[in-house]
T-cell receptor
Framework: NAGVTQTPKFRILKIGQSMTLQCTQD?????MYWYRQDPGMGLKLIYY???????DKGEVPNGYNVSRSTTEDFPLRLELAAPSQTSVYFC?????????????FGQGTRLTVV | GQQVMQIPQYQHVQEGEDFTTYCNSS?????IQWYKQRPGGHPVFLIQ?????EVKKQKRLTFQFGEAKKNSSLHITATQTTDVGTYFC?????????????FGPGTSLSVIP
């Protein structure tokens, strides 16, 4: 099993550009999450999904969108990139609710907006 | 609002010394999780504590959940260079329609060989 796979690993965007961060998992997990991590900070939840077709906002959803058309994939869309979105983005998945089960994280995408 | 705090923010220790990080919540937690993130890496789940006063050990790591379920600690005995990284605690975010966790800011551990 590959676990949780994120692409790309690094990306530089210009202000106003858009991009999609890809995330796929092969563990048949229903729950998937997108976090951002700023230097010296913990992880902030952007969006999450409890199953295909169901998504909901986390703590910091502004400027992002998600979709969940399949169990495996949970892409994160950045529209009109801003410098404040410079961060490391982690996708994660869990078998059950993250409250009670282990979450598996991808390797991360380091995004810089200039 | 609900806060999960960790102290210290940074800790530098000589290899072989012990290390402890503390996690404190402004609200009572049903459970708490600990994750480790190596420099440049991704968070990796270490353990989950559920019961008041619970103590769990993983080799040189000892995890404890406070009696009031508002705090937790991670103690590493005789640190090694492989222990380098940031240790995060995570607890349930209250008053949400779905179960979510809130992460503390982490304690960054450096080990001097």
């Amino acid at each position: 099993n590959a676990g949780v796979t994120q692409t790309p690993k690094f990306r530089i965007l210009k202000i106003g550009q858009s991009m999609t961060l890809q995330c796929t998992q092969d563990m048949n997990h229903n729950y998937m999450y997108w976090y951002r991590q700023d230097p010296g900070m913990g992880l902030k939840l952007i969006y999450y999904s409890v199953g295909a077709g169901i998504t909901d906002k986390g703590e910091v959803p502004n400027g992002y969108n998600v979709s969940r058309s399949t169990t495996e994939d949970f892409p994160l869309r950045l529209e009109l990139a801003a410098p404040s979105q410079t961060s490391v983005y982690f996708c994660a998945s869990s078998y059950g609710v993250q409250l009670n089960t282990e979450a598996f994280f991808g390797q991360g995408t380091r995004l810089t907006v200039v | 609002g609900q806060q999960v705090m960790q102290i210290p923010q940074y800790q530098h220790v000589q290899e072989g010394e012990d290390f402890t990080t503390y996690c404190n919540s402004s609200t009572t937690l049903s459970n708490i999780q600990w994750y480790k993130q190596r420099p440049g890496g991704h968070p990796v789940f270490l353990i989950q504590l559920v019961k008041s006063g619970e103590v769990k050990k993983q080799k040189r790591l000892t995890f404890q959940f406070g009696e009031a379920k508002k705090n937790s600690s991670l103690h590493i005995t005789a640190t090694q260079t492989t222990d380098v990284g940031t240790y995060f605690c995570a607890g349930p975010k209250m008053k949400t329609s779905y179960d979510k966790v809130i992460f503390g800011p982490g304690t960054s551990l450096s080990v001097i060989p």
